[in-house]
């Protein structure tokens, strides 16, 4: 019964009013232990939790019938033994979890449902579970072990692939600690290979992927993802600024916008800029998780910082900063991106740094009370999530909880003097609630739910 792969993984199985066939089914292409007679054997209770543990962390695999009350009260352990959890929905289950009876903690410590119908299917996505239909007859044909086998090398392949700009680097090792294989396709087009060769690489690569993520749409991502396309591949952009101010313009080709099955913001009014455009989207912070984003110590007079990259002065406000200057001379400003000592000759209060690493930043973080950002246009500024969780104020003419938002040069002006009018303090509620809501674990929430939704429900599994 069932297939028989090269060597049995270990299984641990619990459930009740199992039929017979399902256990034995198992049984024919895993090593199962049965945890549910762990439960009823003699001895001590704590000789039979020792057992269960035991057995937990000897296998690869736990497949629970029965969703109910004892599962969810025993399967987090077996998250914390990292092994992959199957449950299989029979009905009554579904049923009770939508009415809150049955002790249901969230679908994200599953990493596999089964459902025994269709209708059983369609009551968890009520709940927002994402589920496979396995009707139990087929595993007391055999065929249902094949099915299962499929859909556990489904779930633990999930292969994407990665392009777009810089910022994308940060997210790689999230995405791979939350499970997923990753394709840097953007290390391909940015490789010294001659362009044919690249053009080869980067398809073969791409068919590997169960989907593409990209950061920042620019003309070249454009250009790169219709081949994609036409292979069925799955495509997800994330829209973080310039992207957006570009497709306004026209300076973009988003005229491809069919192509893309979901788009993401990095800030409500980028979707609000895009919506003008038809093209729909929904808000995920993208979250500098290379970052640490923590309180830094707070200086002991005021100073204020200013990201002013030499290549786009007018864009990143260097008229408006040189005012800020003028304005309060005894102030000292650091300014980060710009090594053009000449720019700012006349202001003896202005230190330039250029490019530093990411340790020179966390020590001028410590030298610094204000972060102050007046900008054409943007997202939700990756600078500005870290200035607020170092504790700073933030001064911006863009909206955003926790910043002071200004609308003019001379706002901006009597702001900053009114934040250094009082000796400096950290801003240690906003630093809690931005890293708190901005958390990797938020994000990979809501971008999981949209990769189920969007490139695996459908699926033919």
């Not at 232990?33 to 057995?55: A, C, M, T």
């Not at 980028?270 to 998780?289: C, M, Y």
Request: hydrophobic residues 40%; glycine residues 6%; negative net charge.
């Amino acid at each position: 019964m069932g297939v028989t792969f090269k060597e049995k993984k270990r299984m641990c199985f619990m459930g009740i009013n199992y039929p017979e066939y399902l256990y034995a089914s198992l049984s024919s292409a895993y090593q199962v232990d049965n945890l549910q007679e762990v439960w009823n054997f003699p001895g001590s209770e704590q000789d039979r939790i020792e057992k269960y543990h035991r057995l937990i962390g000897e296998s690869d695999f736990l497949f629970n019938y029965h969703t109910g009350l004892f599962f969810w009260s025993k399967v987090a352990s077996a998250k914390k033994k990292k092994n992959f959890v199957i449950t299989y929905w029979d009905g009554s289950d579904a049923d009770r979890a939508l009415n809150g009876l049955n002790g249901f903690i969230g679908s994200d410590i599953v990493d596999l449902h089964l459902a025994a119908s269709v209708e059983i299917k369609q009551k968890l996505e009520m709940m927002g579970i994402i589920s496979f239909v396995v009707p139990m007859a087929l595993f007391e044909s055999g065929e249902g072990i094949k099915r299962l086998h499929e859909l556990i090398m489904h779930r633990k392949r999930r292969t994407m692939g990665v392009l777009g700009s810089f910022q994308y680097k940060g997210l790689v090792p999230v995405f791979r600690e939350y499970g997923y294989q990753v394709i840097d396709l953007q290390e391909i087009w940015d490789s010294e290979l001659p362009e044919h060769e690249k053009e080869a690489i980067y398809r073969s690569e791409c068919v590997k992927c169960d989907f593409i993520y990209n950061l920042y749409s620019g003309n070249e991502f454009w250009a790169r993802i219709s081949w994609a396309k036409r292979m069925g591949i799955k495509i997800i952009t994330h829209w973080i600024g310039t992207d957006a101010l570009d497709a306004m313009s026209g300076r973009v080709g988003c005229f491809w916008h069919s192509y893309i099955d979901y788009n993401f913001t990095c800030y409500e009014l980028i979707t609000a800029e895009l919506d003008t455009l038809g093209i729909k989207t929904s808000v995920l912070p993208v979250i500098p998780f290379d970052v640490e984003l923590k309180l830094a110590k707070c200086p002991s007079e005021h100073a204020v910082l200013i990201y002013l990259p030499e290549d786009r002065l007018e864009h990143y406000g260097y008229k408006e900063s040189c005012e800020l200057f003028k304005a309060l001379p005894n102030l000292k400003f650091h300014i980060v991106a710009n090594a053009n000592e000449e720019l700012f000759k006349e202001y003896l209060n202005v230190t330039v740094h250029g490019t530093i690493s990411r340790e020179e930043m966390n020590e001028l973080w410590n030298q610094v009370s204000v972060y102050v950002r007046w900008i054409k246009h943007d997202g939700l500024s990756m600078s500005v999530i870290e200035a607020l969780a170092k504790g700073r104020k933030v001064i911006w003419n863009f909206p955003y909880d926790g910043v002071i938002y200004v609308e003019s040069v001379e706002q901006m002006i009597s702001e900053l003097k009114n934040v250094v009018s009082t000796p400096p303090a950290l801003d240690i509620e906003t630093s809690e609630k931005v890293v708190k809501e901005l958390s990797k674990e938020r994000f990979m929430e809501a971008f999981n739910k949209v990769i189920d939704n969007v490139v695996y429900l459908n699926k033919n599994w």
